[in-house]
């Protein structure tokens, strides 16, 4: 989960910026085999060039490098943090750590394009399943090289876009990666916080607690109910279940091709963005399901930031204020990148998230709040996200002994 300089954000922007991608790159899928002549030709290549999307994102971030004296001085620093947050989540949680604080790292921007490549990779290794082992030559080469190059240069553009932006991250173990309890890391980009520190006025230990708070809160959303990362790793397999799907649809040509045109053409009304657009229902409703977790996961992390931010840190009324100011006076060309991205829609869901939490604190307290880590079902969804009250009525009659658990 990333903090971004707007507060709070997702981890999960990350892996859904990603997700839209690779909805994207399976149209490239359908031009090469349509295109492929017999078994002659070359062997094809991944949808992206990685080396060149990390080329690209890297040139965007270039400066400010850390050197090996200062990680060292900023991991201790950083964990030392971290391990003030602890105690202070756990009190107000009632949540414990199994492991105790979790691994912390300062990163420059190029640490955590290169951390967060993974993640991407990740999520386009399906699609390239699809192409590996299989020529293609004529058209479908020239087409397949120039659709990587548009591809790479789009995913290293959101990287570096994002690697100026992201403050911290909670990075979990996802798709893949060996599930251990004490898998999560906490990462601290130090170029960014030292940046959002100095031109905005703020107090340094004050600004840099409030962050440690909101990233520490995640780990004990993901470690202190290991079910959660669970849950998250089986909605992104079911993801790119119907990712494949889709490929092979779209391997039927013009009929496959007539399928996403008719979705287009019968979206719900509700589909926001071009991604959505192109989902069928099952698939709209898998994607608002995870959207939903990633609201409740960054809204609970903002709540618990700033609840206990209130009365721990004094120059918190700044903090909070300096940074709402600066959400609202971002740049029209922030805004476009956000737009194209999806990363406006997203923003506004995970504030969507926050306010659904101070509701259910203010209406129940925060035993009901914790209610959403006691197990998937007790997760709202996203119409119960906007309307709080839709959840209460939902969980009126559960046992303060589930409340509690």
């Not at 030559?137 to 992201?166: E, P, T």
């Not at 990633?294 to 721990?312: I, Q």
């Not at 709402?324 to 060309?333: G, L």
């Not at 194209?340 to 923003?347: I, Q, R």
Request: proline fraction near 2%; hydrophobic fraction near 40%; glycine fraction near 8%.
């Amino acid at each position: 989960m990333n903090t971004q300089s707007s507060q709070g954000s997702g981890n999960h922007k990350v892996t859904a910026v990603a997700a839209g991608a690779v909805a994207g790159a399976a149209l490239s899928v359908w031009i090469n085999r349509r295109n492929r002549s017999g078994t002659s030709g070359t062997s094809i290549e991944g949808v992206i060039d990685w080396t060149k999307a990390r080329e690209t994102a890297t040139r965007m971030n270039q400066g400010e490098a850390l050197t090996a004296t200062e990680r060292e001085r900023l991991n201790a620093y950083y964990f030392d943090l971290v391990e003030k947050c602890v105690p202070i989540v756990a009190d107000y949680t009632g949540t414990s750590l199994p492991n105790g604080a979790p691994q912390t790292f300062a990163f420059d921007r190029v640490d955590w394009i290169n951390a967060n490549l993974e993640s991407f990779q990740r999520m386009f290794r399906a699609i390239d399943e699809l192409n590996s082992k299989k020529s293609m030559s004529g058209f479908s080469r020239v087409w397949h090289g120039l659709n990587q190059k548009v591809l790479s240069y789009q995913i290293g553009l959101v990287l570096g876009y994002m690697g100026r932006r992201v403050l911290g991250q909670y990075d979990l173990a996802l798709l893949g990666r060996e599930q251990v309890a004490d898998s999560g890391k906490l990462y601290y980009v130090e170029p960014n916080i030292k940046g959002i520190e100095a031109k905005l006025g703020l107090p340094k230990e004050d600004f840099r607690m409030w962050l440690a708070l909101h990233e520490t809160t995640h780990a004990f959303e993901f470690e202190g109910h290991p079910w959660v990362r669970d849950h998250f790793n089986g909605l992104l397999d079911k993801y790119m279940t119907f990712i494949n799907e889709d490929a092979e649809q779209l391997k039927q040509g013009m009929k496959g091709l007539k399928v996403f045109a008719d979705r287009v053409r019968n979206r719900d009304a509700g589909a926001t963005g071009w991604i959505e657009a192109f989902m069928n229902k099952q698939q709209r409703e898998l994607f608002n399901e995870m959207q939903a977790m990633m609201c409740v996961v960054e809204g609970y992390s903002n709540h618990v930031m700033n609840a206990v931010g209130k009365t721990l840190l004094p120059a918190y009324d700044i903090i909070a204020k300096k940074f709402e100011e600066r959400q609202a006076q971002r740049t029209q060309a922030e805004q476009l990148f956000a737009k194209l991205t999806g990363l406006d829609v997203k923003m506004e869901q995970y504030r969507a998230g926050e306010i659904f939490i101070d509701a259910i604190v203010a209406a129940r307290g925060q035993d009901a709040a914790r209610l959403v880590w006691h197990a998937a079902e007790f997760l709202p969804d996203m119409n119960e996200i906007r309307e709080p009250e839709l959840w209460l009525k939902r969980t009126a009659n559960v046992s303060p002994a589930a409340q509690l658990a």
